[in-house]
């Protein structure tokens, strides 16, 4: 199958996602500003920045909530196969082109056991082998392996999770570190090749957090990309191989944790100062260190 759109670039074969002069207007406010970037196949990239700097509506414009006022977004699935994400439904986005995501607040069905939520993810699949008829009452053997398959691929997510034992449990009776890493595992039942996550480390406690970092890099080292919002600076500059920083809605930085952390522009948009003031903060900040003998 070819699936390439006449205007799709051509990407590099590590690129897996390029965001290109991705802009969004709300009325007279610039939310997102001729912001571009790649999200390399086998990465982490974290994308970061004080409240209110644009993260959360760039991934509204690439998991199709929002409908970019400009810009251009190339997905490459696979060599053969690319799509522009501006142009497709957010329903479209995620069972086409590949694209999963959770939420800042935990979206689970809590009615819902953990086996029937990850169930639920698969429903695309399921619905195919039905035929969209009745198939699957009729007890066809084509509806029964996928049936088999779906609760297969749930429970070894389950069991990679740690949850298998409660399976049966509903959802909402978790604590909030599992409900987190449920999402995720209900994210991944959809077989995705790009997962984006908002605040995954959001009131985690250190355990937690540690568990977390464990599942993403095992989810990248399978060559799923991940593409997270987080306010945890530890958690960035620990898992991620690749950080975009954004602030007032403009792309300040771009590279790996270690340089950005070093870079001035990023400084002064966490302390809130000017770029010309960082060079005076970072003395003031030696000073006092060197003063209380730190
Ligand atoms: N649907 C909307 N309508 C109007 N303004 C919006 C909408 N969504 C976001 N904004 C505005 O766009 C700007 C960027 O918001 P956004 O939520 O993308 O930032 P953020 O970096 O994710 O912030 P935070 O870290 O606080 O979640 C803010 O000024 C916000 O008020």
Not at 60 to 85: H, Q
Not at 163 to 175: G, M, Q, Y
Not at 204 to 216: D, H, I, V
Request: net charge negative; with cysteine.
């Amino acid at each position: 199958m070819t699936v390439r759109p006449l205007d799709a670039p051509e990407l590099p074969p590590e690129v897996l996602l390029r965001v290109e002069h991705l802009t969004m207007r709300f009325g007279g406010l610039v939310a997102v500003d001729d912001v571009s970037f790649d999200v390399r196949r086998d990465e982490i990239t974290a994308l970061i920045g004080p409240n209110g700097a644009g993260k959360t509506t760039v991934f509204n414009c690439i998991t199709g909530f929002y409908k970019p006022t400009v810009g251009r977004l190339t997905l490459r699935r696979a060599e053969d196969e690319s799509w522009l994400l501006e142009r497709l439904r957010d329903h479209e986005i995620s069972r086409a082109a590949g694209v999963a995501r959770t939420f800042q607040n935990i979206r689970l069905f809590g009615g819902m056991t953990l086996l029937e939520n990850l169930l639920v993810a698969q429903h695309g699949p399921l619905m195919r082998a039905s035929g969209f008829t009745l198939l699957g009452v009729l007890g066809f053997a084509s509806y029964g392996r996928a049936e088999r398959a779906a609760i297969d691929k749930a429970t070894a997510w389950l069991e990679r999770i740690g949850l298998i034992d409660r399976a049966d449990d509903a959802a909402a009776d978790l604590p909030y570190g599992d409900q987190r890493r449920l999402e995720i595992a209900r994210a991944m039942c959809t077989d995705p090749v790009l997962l984006c996550l908002d605040e995954p480390a959001a009131g985690l406690n250190p355990r937690e957090s540690a568990e977390l970092n464990t599942l993403l890099r095992s989810i990248r080292n399978e060559g799923v990309a991940v593409l997270l919002i987080e306010h945890d600076m530890s958690v960035v500059m620990e898992i991620s191989d690749h950080v975009v920083v954004l602030d007032y809605g403009k792309k300040i930085s771009d590279g790996s944790p270690a340089a950005v952390r070093e870079d001035p522009k990023v400084i002064a948009a966490y302390l809130g100062v000017e770029d010309e003031e960082v060079a005076k903060v970072e003395q003031e900040i030696e000073r006092i260190a060197e003063e209380s003998g730190a």
